[in-house]
């Protein structure tokens, strides 16, 4: 039998998407589960967009410019100028989701064996797309005491040798929930200055900041216009994951035809999809005051009731809609399986995403050293009521793991 490639070998099987078997099997046996593993928002995607599709007038679905309809771009253009990143449509590439992006980014910059560097815990996928990419993470830790906040610059420093080619930050972020100062970022942009590498910034979830706090974009840092890519998507900001559609953004021309040349080896982004996120910048300014307010109320159930918890710890996050706890457990992944598969508070219980898999580990076999251990991610993408029912079956539950 011919044998399968190295890469997909190293592969990993997505951390979230693990326990779903066990979570299946709690359904099948009459338990109800709340959800709180995956980042699929349950608000509605705004009705302007949602219409646009149904009342497009295309009577043949071709191929678009690969960089994306021009009217989009433009479109796209006049959104971010909005929000203080001042590019036009000649710096956009839409893409297949974020993801798409995040590949151009590492195809586009990085070779095989270069090495991007990335504070831990960090999106799981971005290990695969490393994987796919040939390219190798270097992770630095940010920890739960400081919030994960951007760890040290020395730190960064410590890690930088002759292949290292990027930086990457998620802002803010997934799985952390932290969100990224204008000061840390411009101390980053001091590092990406220096060693004169590139700086990937996965902003996709950048509508989704608290407490009045501002988001501040790497495209506004200008000292390193040239080396910065932005990345970005709709499927957070208009809640509409499925119709696969992100941005890869940047003024370094010679990147930008880069990118492009993977762009045309695709072809061309969905069209359905571009004409939805087209009437989605027009989305009401209403719309995300409602939804912030809404998550604001959920990340204060989720935090407040985890510091109530004898034994855990919730730092509060700014941005995104995770947070990340740390429980007294043993061993997370164990946990969050025995939630699904023995246990039920009235018959219902809680499906968590296990820390370990936003981390990367070192070591192999019985030396491998797994971090995150004490440590679960949890999504916010329920309602107030449900998250209160799930956060008492989650307080049971450590009672009873730890008897
Ligand atoms: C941090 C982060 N980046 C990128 C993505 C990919 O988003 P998409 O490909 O749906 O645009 C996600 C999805 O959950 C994410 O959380």
Redesign the pocket.
């Known amino acids: 039998m011919p044998k399968i490639s190295k890469k997909g070998m190293d592969m990993h099987p997505s951390p979230i998407r693990k326990l779903v078997p066990y979570a299946d099997a709690a359904v099948n046996r009459g338990v109800k589960v709340f959800y709180l593993n995956i ?1 699929q928002p349950d608000i509605e995607t705004p009705k302007g967009a949602r219409d646009a599709v149904k009342n497009n007038g295309l009577n043949v679905v071709a191929y678009s410019h690969s960089a994306g309809i021009l009217s989009y771009r433009k479109k796209l253009a006049e959104y971010y100028n909005r929000v203080g990143v001042a590019i036009t449509a000649d710096d956009i590439i839409v893409t297949t ?3 798409e992006g ?1 590949m151009f980014a590492f195809n586009s910059c990085l070779d095989s064996g270069d090495e991007v560097i990335i504070p831990e815990p960090f ?1 799981a ?1 971005y290990n695969g797309f490393a994987i796919a990419s040939d390219v190798v993470v270097k992770p630095i830790v940010s920890s739960i005491e400081t919030g994960f906040a951007l760890p040290p610059i020395e730190e960064f420093e410590k890690v930088i040798g002759p292949k290292t080619k990027a930086i990457m930050i ?1 802002n803010p972020s ?1 799985p952390t929930g932290y969100l990224y100062s204008k000061e840390e970022l411009t101390a980053l942009s001091k590092i990406v200055e220096k060693y004169d590498i590139f700086l990937f910034a ?1 902003e ?2 950048r509508e989704f900041v608290y407490d009045g706090e501002e988001h501040f974009s790497v495209m506004q840092l200008k000292n390193i216009e040239q080396n910065t890519i932005l990345l970005d ?1 709709v ?1 957070k900001r208009y809640s509409a ?1 499925g119709v ?1 559609i ?1 941005a890869f953004i940047t003024k370094n021309e010679e990147v930008y035809n880069t990118a492009m040349k993977f762009a045309q080896a695709r072809l061309s982004p969905p069209s359905y999809g571009q004409i939805l996120g087209e009437a989605a910048v027009d989305t009401p300014q209403e719309y995300f005051d409602e939804v912030v307010k809404d998550y604001v109320a959920r990340r204060n159930t989720v935090v407040q009731a985890i510091n109530n918890m004898q034994g855990c710890f919730c730092p509060n996050p700014k941005g995104a809609f995770y947070a990340m706890a740390r429980l007294p457990v043993d061993d997370s992944d164990k946990f969050c399986q025995w939630l699904l598969e023995e246990f039920d508070y009235n018959g219902k219980t809680v499906m968590l995403a296990p820390a370990t898999g936003f981390y990367s580990t070192s070591g192999e076999g019985k030396n491998e050293v797994r971090k995150g251990k004490n440590e679960v991610r949890i999504s916010y993408c329920l309602n107030v009521k449900d998250l209160k029912e799930a956060m008492e079956c989650l307080a049971e539950g450590l009672k009873v793991y730890n008897r």
Request: hydrophobic share 10%; with cysteine; aromatic share 12%.
């Open positions: 980042g989701g974020g993801s995040i999106y996928n998620c997934n996965d996709v979830y998507s499927s994951c696969r992100g």
